[in-house]
Nanobody
Framework: QVQLVESGGGLVQPGGSLRLSCAASGSIFRVNAMGWYRQAPGKEREFVAT???????NYADSVKGRFTISRDNAKNTVYLQMNSLKPEDTAVYYC???????????????WGQGTLVTVSS
């Protein structure tokens, strides 16, 4: 069983910053790509950023230059530094990871429970 636990969400004023964290735990042999997605009220879940095990990154156009994804492979943890936040960044942010539980098992896509980010004055 693999779990992802997110933290760091909250209320922030426009222009402010937040840092989200997501730690993977449980039966883990290897963690491949990790990423962040978000779902705003009344909208579908959308891609925010991903990072490979080799630290190659990819961002949605809407967050490029403002958000930075990083990871600590030793801790199986991924971070999302969010700067210059806008009201339209308000959403539940979900962490995702591609996990191999044992040397003989396949790739498993795991999701966190989500953390709410509210950008408002």
């Amino acid at each position: 069983q693999v779990q992802l636990v997110e933290s760091g969400g909250g209320l922030v004023q426009p222009g402010g910053s937040l840092r989200l964290s997501c730690a993977a735990s449980g039966s883990i042999f290897r963690v491949n790509a990790m990423g962040w997605y978000r779902q705003a009220p009344g909208k579908e879940r959308e891609f925010v950023a991903t990072i490979t095990s080799g630290s190659s990154t990819n961002y949605a156009d809407s967050v490029k230059g403002r958000f930075t994804i990083s990871r600590d492979n030793a801790k199986n943890t991924v971070y999302l530094q969010m700067n210059s936040l806008k009201p339209e960044d308000t959403a539940v942010y979900y962490c995702s990871a591609e996990v191999v539980a044992t040397p003989l098992s396949g790739l498993l896509r795991v999701w966190g429970q989500g953390t709410l980010v509210t950008v408002s004055s």
